[in-house]
């Protein structure tokens, strides 16, 4: 069509005027008006030229036509003509109004980019923003047409535009809202901002919103607010997502909340649960977004978000902690110096909160909490605080078994973590987190199943390090972590070894047995069946174990059984190992039954534990460092003990580093490298070394010029070495350290301790070199005791007011070697009478010649008490009842540091079971203690020896028919008879007396104990329970009299009847048809009463009644530990305070005979026969062992009276007496011993009992001890003696007594000597006491001794 543009669309405008014109016809007539437009810039003067073509637009038949082309071409040219028409477009507001819906159809092909119209739709648009038409939409009231329009673009926006249309859509909705906004705009925006979907029409929102941040804000707030206040209020969907709409706009235009961010303290106040987790959800992403400068800006609202931390709701709590996580994991990402400056303190106080949920009330809580905790120190290890890693582990001791696993497996993935970590280089050595290890063990529990010795020891061999992690890696972070270990970390430790060891050594036995399966034997079958119990018992369900045991047993593949052997070797690798156990696997097969448990055991039974590379690791390291001591070095050593006490043979292969740790002198030569060789030489793994050529040169230094310690491992390991105690080298030894003290000046050397020590040691184990060198070693003994010069030598006074002097200490290691040198019983049987005497003369403070000033004594006495109790573990049966009695008042000595550390001394023994049960009377007599914790832990001692004891005397009762004397219960027999002995003794029993509350403290609490020992709710007690025992005792003693006379016997009867009564009140269902026939009683203490009682004895006990009793026990209810309060201050008292002074001072080690006992009970004495002295005197010796740990010092507690005091002075007729009969023994014929035959027995018969077989003595053998106040030595049972002889006994068929060894003798009518006695007698013509040299202090009598046997 010829002419100008003008022209052509003039004329295109007249023909579309046209009726009847088809669609292409339009359409070529439209695409000429386009064209021609295009051409036209704005102009007014134009609108008579367009005239024609916007009247022909206006048809209804072109803005409704059907065809999109026809559409498309309409719409463009209305646009075109808008644009060069504007700002006054020919057109009215119904016009408009149908132009817009015309844009908006054409608009939805904007999301179509591969559409041929695309071009034209744009050019639509951006005319439509340039024009700003959508202002003409809201004055025209096209609302619905915005909102249309507005989900268009939205619509179009997901499917991703072009720059420029996006930037002409926010220009278009920002033109609106700046014109107007409307609730229903604003919905629309928001549903496209908080979507999950972060595409193109989050980001339309976003931009839209920062756009017209200023004019959306009023509206905003608003509605925000309505959502916050108006919970009551109909709710739309976009109420619902208020939390959300925050959330976004805090991150696109913040300045549009800054009013409504207070108000979100309202939900985290409201009442509803729901509503406070939402907004602590909330705050917490504000603080993430933020990086934590909303805590700052909006001080209010975190401080409330932090009280949520502690809000009544579990689920608001968790929800704390775990936006308190979110919080600090992005801080620890984006921790730039500025945001970490910045935001310091709102962290602190997060953490702070964080803390303080480890130890909510609810579980779920705590675990969310350490969760947390871990999940945050993984992702900075540097950066975290390391003490909260340790406050998160004390969840370990938590009281829900299901937080303490919880917290296990995440503090080993920690763990792990910070390994794996330090192992690249990433982290170094935290000694917080090397904490976590003994953390773990700290919830060793072995009634749970998930904390038993089995499942911990999996634990540290499998799950603790990466599998990644090198020998010498794991080696390094054993020592780091082993240096936190207390007690009893260590002790939990070595069960999970020694269990591991017990199960190693069971497969070992049974592989053998498999091996000889050719020879199969109902013998070989059993034993395999007792292999399998044995080995099932590391495990955590024992009864599956055992049938998985048997399948395996069944397996026809010795493959498997081969690789099972290579597997316990000691001498493989890690490497090794894996490879064994994925062959093992593989042969057995993932889908057998037993696949998962054959994968436990491997792992028991290899060495992933601990290996022999991890040992070279250790020692190699310590030998770089040998020149100085570290923690490292210290806690190496620590490891390397352990490892050798229970693992020795993985010390094969490092026997270049142990020659080279011990070839030259260096600060790691110490007490514990030396006890380590010491259990190595001892050992029998058979090291590919001669220590004993290559090492003995420095143990004999150390021996010399070590410490004491040093010098008994120094000593204890050239023993093993040499492994003959008549080595040359002994003698050697010996030589030179007996020449060194002879040329000690004592006041300056200080070495003499360790002098003393080696010297000992060396007369332990070699017993001969005593009669080598006894003369030089009593002269300097007696040197050390009488000698003046250096007792208040200056520099040498005690540090502190809590120990002893110098020179104390010196007298106390001399008596030690001393009792060192009487230990073997081979070469001590001729000095051990003398040594006992010496210790009584010193613990009575009888000897004056010795030089002590009275602040040391105390401490002497204490030292010659447990040298009484040392040499009662071999020489029991030749400790006299009055030394016996005396060693036990020390429990109730003036000083509180003695009498603690005795009765301690004694608990450790007994656990030991080291010395007989009888001592355990020295914690009854405990009971009224003044001190609180002396008086708790007697109770609690005696509880533990009472139960343990009677644990072991219920197995005994099932092999040995005389069990009774090994019976906790028979510990009675002692104790009455040490009351009988006490001279505060009650005599009127009337029912006005007062109960003298203190004297039979002792004895309820030991009644009341033995009978708690059985079932409380038992209604029927057979003849070996502790009642009925107990009954049995008191019907004999009430049939017996005492050897000394009838005062104590009378007060005997007393006694019996008195407990007699308490047993009855006790238990009110015991029996006396239920107590034993037949009950021994020691005939050192007692013997066939053979007379009738007297008239005014009858009559006194008949004064002791029921109502009595009662009286007793009600004054003496179970103790309550809130009493010691009151005197709890004392155990703060130095040790030479002295205890509140008592009427009757050393009760229980005065005369033999009370003051009340006439001539004549006297006279029976001095007639009694001599058998029934040397009787006497055995069990005396057994006596002592039970009341040994009866004497603590004695102060009633609230409302009793005050009994035996603490002084330890022997009366002087007592020893008169001793004396006398010494004398009158000397020039008897000595008595020969009859050998019985092993098929004669001897009884003791009366209408009440009869004697029986009573097991020998268990005496055992003790290690070293050490200074003043150890109680925990180690103790080894020494052979047992099946000797048996007697003389002058009468056959079944008479009344006879059968003979016994050492500790207990039977109750007898015709006493006879024990064994022990009678074995004495053998060496007596020929003793020479071996003390009297020590003139006067240790002066004598050269005697021989005899005895004289009646039968």
């Avoid at 057994?1182 to 009366?1211: F, Q």
Wanted: hydrophobic share 40%; glycine share 4%; charged share 25%.
């Amino acid at each position: 069509m010829p002419g100008s543009a003008e022209q052509v669309v003039s004329e295109v405008g007249k023909r579309l005027a046209q009726p009847r014109l088809g669609k292409d016809a339009l359409v070529k007539l439209l695409k000429q008006a386009e064209s021609a437009l295009s051409e036209l810039s704005q102009s007014s003067s134009l609108h008579d030229a367009l005239r024609p073509l916007s009247k022909s637009l206006v048809q209804t038949s072109l803005l409704s036509h059907k065809d999109k082309d026809v559409r498309l071409l309409v719409a463009v040219c209305f646009i075109e003509v808008m644009r060069i028409l504007a700002p006054d477009p020919p057109f009215t507001d119904e016009i408009f109004k149908e132009i817009f819906r015309l844009f908006i159809s054409e608009f939805v092909g904007l999301a179509d980019s591969g559409s041929p119209y695309l071009t034209r739709r744009m050019k639509i648009l951006e005319n439509v923003a340039a024009l700003r038409c959508s202002v003409i939409m809201v004055d025209t009231g096209c609302q619905d047409l915005v909102l249309d329009m507005a989900k268009i673009f939205f619509s179009a926006a997901k499917q991703g535009l072009q720059q420029c249309v996006h930037q002409a859509m926010v220009s278009i909705m920002t033109q609106i809202l700046n014109e107007k906004v409307t609730q229903a705009l604003l919905d629309v925006i928001f549903r496209n901002l908080v979507k999950e979907d972060k595409g193109g029409a989050h980001k339309l929102a976003v931009d839209i919103i920062q756009n017209c941040a200023e004019k959306l804000e009023h509206t905003v707030r608003m509605f925000l607010s309505s959502c916050i206040f108006n919970k009551g209020a109909p709710v739309n969907e976009h109420k619902k997502l208020h939390h959300k709409i925050i959330l976004e706009l805090f991150q696109c235009a913040p300045q549009m909340l800054f009013a409504v961010i207070p108000s979100l303290t309202h939900e985290l106040l409201s009442d509803q649960v729901d509503i406070r987790l939402e907004a602590v959800q909330l705050i917490g992403r504000l603080l993430v977004f933020s990086n934590l400068r909303f805590g700052q800006e909006n001080q209010l609202v975190f401080m409330e978000f932090l009280k949520r931390f502690s809000d009544k709701s579990a689920e608001v709590r968790i929800a704390a902690i775990d936006a308190a996580k979110v919080c600090l994991v992005r801080l620890e990402l984006f921790s730039q110096r500025e945001i970490a400056v910045s935001s310091g303190n709102i962290a602190q106080d997060i953490l702070k909160s964080l803390e303080g949920r480890l130890l909510d009330f609810d579980d779920k809580v705590r675990i969310r909490a350490v969760y947390a905790v871990c999940d945050l120190a993984k992702s900075n290890l540097s950066s975290f605080p390391s003490e909260l890693i340790l406050q998160a582990a004390e969840r370990l001791r938590d009281k829900k078994i299901s937080v303490r696993k919880n917290v296990m497996h995440k503090l080993l993935d920690l763990y792990r973590d910070y390994c794996e970590k330090c192992s690249k280089g990433i982290a170094t050595i935290n000694p917080h987190y090397e904490q976590i290890p003994a953390k773990l063990l700290l919830c060793f529990d072995k009634d749970c199943g998930s904390f038993r010795p089995q499942n911990m020891g999996l634990i540290f061999a499998e799950e603790i390090f990466p599998s990644s992690l090198s020998p010498k890696e794991r080696a390094m972070h054993w020592v780091e972590f082993f240096y936190y270990f207390k007690s009893q970390h260590v002790k939990a430790l070595r069960i999970i070894f020694s269990q591991k060891r017990r199960l190693l050594l069971e497969m070992q036995a049974y592989l053998s047995l498999r091996a000889k399966k050719e020879e199969s034997s109902d013998e070989i079958e059993k034993k395999i069946c007792g292999s399998f119990r044995k080995m099932s018992a590391s495990f955590a369900d024992i009864p599956k174990v055992e049938e998985c045991f048997e399948n395996l047993h069944q397996m026809k593949d010795n493959n498997i059984f081969k690789d099972l052997t290579e597997l316990i070797k000691e001498g493989i690798t890690f490497a090794t190992v894996r490879s064994i156990r994925d062959s093992f696997l593989k042969r057995i097969g993932n889908k057998h039954p037993i696949f998962n448990f054959c994968k436990q055991l491997s792992t028991e039974l290899s060495h992933s534990l601990f290996n022999w590379e991890m040992i070279c690791a250790i020692l190699e390291a310590l030998l770089s460092c040998r020149n100085e001591s570290t923690h490292f070095a210290e806690s190496a050593c620590d490891l390397l003990l352990l490892v050798a006490l229970v693992f020795p043979s993985l010390f094969r292969g490092s026997e270049e580093y142990l020659l080279k740790l011990f070839s030259e002198e260096s600060v790691l030569i110490n007490e514990k490298t030396l006890q380590m060789l010491a259990y190595l030489a001892k050992s029998a793994c058979h090291l590919s070394v001669n220590f004993s050529s290559d090492v003995y040169l420095l143990l004999e230094q150390k021996c010399i010029d070590g410490t004491r310690a040093e010098s008994k491992y120094a000593i204890s390991a050239i023993a093993s070495l040499i492994q003959s105690p008549d080595d040359k080298k002994f003698a050697k030894l010996c030589k030179k350290v007996v020449g060194v003290l002879k040329k000690t000046y004592l006041p300056d050397n200080h070495n003499i301790p360790t002098l003393l020590q080696s010297l000992g040691l060396i007369l332990e184990h070699s017993p001969s070199m005593y009669t080598s060198y006894d003369e030089h070693i009593i002269k300097f003994v007696q040197r050390v005791f009488v000698s003046s010069e250096f007792v208040s030598t200056p520099g040498l006074s005690p540090p502190d007011e809590n120990a002893c002097s110098f020179s104390c200490k010196l007298k106390i290691y001399c008596l030690k070697v001393l009792v060192k040198s009487c230990l073997p019983r081979t070469t001590a049987l001729d000095r051990i009478e003398n040594f006992l005497k010496m210790l009584l003369e010193i613990i009575s403070e009888e000897f004056t010649s010795i030089t002590i000033c009275d602040y040391d004594k105390p401490y002497l006495r204490l030292a010659a008490g447990k040298s009484v109790l040392r040499l009662a573990t071999r020489w029991d049966s030749h400790i006299s009842p009055k030394l016996f009695r005396t060693a036990l008042l020390m429990a109730r000595d003036s000083s509180y540091i003695v009498r603690k550390s005795f009765i301690c001394k004694i608990y450790g023994l007994l656990k030991n079971h080291a010395i007989p049960i009888r001592y355990a009377c020295a914690f009854a007599l405990s009971s009224t203690d003044c001190a609180g914790d002396v008086r708790t832990e007697s109770h609690r001692y005696l509880i533990e020896v009472l139960k343990e004891q009677g644990g072991v005397s219920v197995h005994q009762n099932r092999t040995s028919k005389d069990s009774i004397v090994e019976h906790p219960t028979y510990a009675v027999v002692f104790l009455i008879h040490a009351l009988a002995y006490d001279r505060e003794f009650p005599l009127n029993f009337s029912e006005k007396e007062t109960i003298s509350s203190g004297f039979w403290s002792p004895l309820v609490v030991m009644l009341r104990e033995l009978v708690e020992i059985d079932n409380p709710n038992r209604t029927e007690h057979g003849p070996t329970s502790s009642v009925s025992i107990l009954l049995g005792i008191f019907s004999a003693v009430q049939k017996a009299q005492d050897l000394s006379g009838s005062d104590i016997t009378h007060k005997l009867h007393i006694l019996s009847k008195i407990g007699l009564l308490m047993v009855k009140e006790l238990d009110k269902h015991c029996k006396m048809s239920d107590s034993p026939r037949h009950i021994l009683l020691p005939s050192s203490y007692y013997r066939l009463s053979a007379s009738e009682r007297k008239a005014d004895e009858c009559c006194q006990l008949d004064l002791i009644t029921d109502s009595f009793v009662k009286r007793i026990l009600k004054a003496h209810e179970p103790y309550n530990h809130q009493e010691d309060t009151e005197c709890s201050i004392i155990t703060e008292r130095p040790s030479k305070e002295s205890a509140p002074k008592r009427g009757a001072s050393s009760s229980l080690n005065k005369s033999s005979v009370g003051p009340r006992a006439s001539g004549q009970d006297q006279g029976k004495v001095k007639k009694s026969s001599v058998l029934a002295e040397d009787v006497s005197k055995k069990n005396d010796q057994n006596s002592i062992h039970s009341l040994e740990k009866d004497k603590v010092s004695s102060c009633g507690s609230a409302g009793t009276k005050l009994s035996s005091p603490g002084s330890l002075g022997l009366a002087k007729e007592a020893d008169s007496r001793d004396r006398a009969s010494l004398l009158e023994n000397q020039n008897r014929p000595t008595v020969k011993k009859i050998p019985l035959k092993s098929d004669q027995k001897w009884e003791f018969v009366n209408d009440t009992m009869l004697t029986e077989d009573i097991p020998d003595c268990d005496p055992r053998d003790c290690e070293l001890d050490e200074d003043v106040g150890d109680c925990d030595d180690n103790f080894v049972k020494c052979p047992l003696s099946n000797n048996k002889t007697g003389a002058g006994l009468r056959k079944k068929s008479k009344r006879a007594l059968d003979l016994r060894s050492a500790q207990n003798s039977g109750l007898t009518a015709d006493t006879v000597s024990n064994v022990s006695a009678l074995e004495r007698n053998k060496h007596d013509s020929s003793v020479i006491l071996e003390y009297h040299e020590l003139t006067p202090l240790f002066c004598q009598v050269r005697c021989t001794r005899s005895r004289k046997v009646q039968a």
